[in-house]
Nanobody
């Protein structure tokens, strides 16, 4: 049974930092995209960042809204992905979801991701 379990969410003041973790089990995701999406109340789920590891080369992509503030990484030995979030803003407030997908297309489309975690709440106060 494939499981993705997020942790690390919480309440932080604007300008602060949080680190999210996504622990995968049930299969190896080393060649998969492992991504982060977020969903605020009343809004569509949106792409945050994703990472893929192929033959020792790391490919990572970010939404413009988080570029320069967030960093995605992964530890294949632990089957875990991370999202380091710095300089947080109130508009970053959302439920953050970890997801995984095979294939190389449309890495920023949540509908292409096959596996999902349950989500973790991130709240940034002003």
């Amino acid at each position: 049974q494939v499981q993705l379990v997020e942790s690390g969410g919480g309440l932080v003041q604007a300008g602060g930092s949080l680190r999210l973790s996504c622990a995968a089990s049930g299969r190896t995701f080393s060649s998969y995209y492992m991504g982060w999406f977020r969903q605020a109340p009343g809004k569509e789920r949106e792409f945050v960042a994703t990472i893929r590891w192929v033959g020792g080369v790391i490919y990572s992509y970010y939404a413009d809204s988080v570029k320069g503030r967030f960093t995605i990484s992964r530890d294949n030995a632990k089957n875990t992905a991370y999202l380091q979030m710095n300089s947080l803003k109130p508009e970053d407030t959302a439920v953050y979801y970890c997801a995984a997908k095979a294939g190389v297309d449309l890495y920023n489309d949540y509908r292409r991701y096959n596996y999902w975690g349950q989500g973790t709440q991130v709240t940034v106060s002003s």
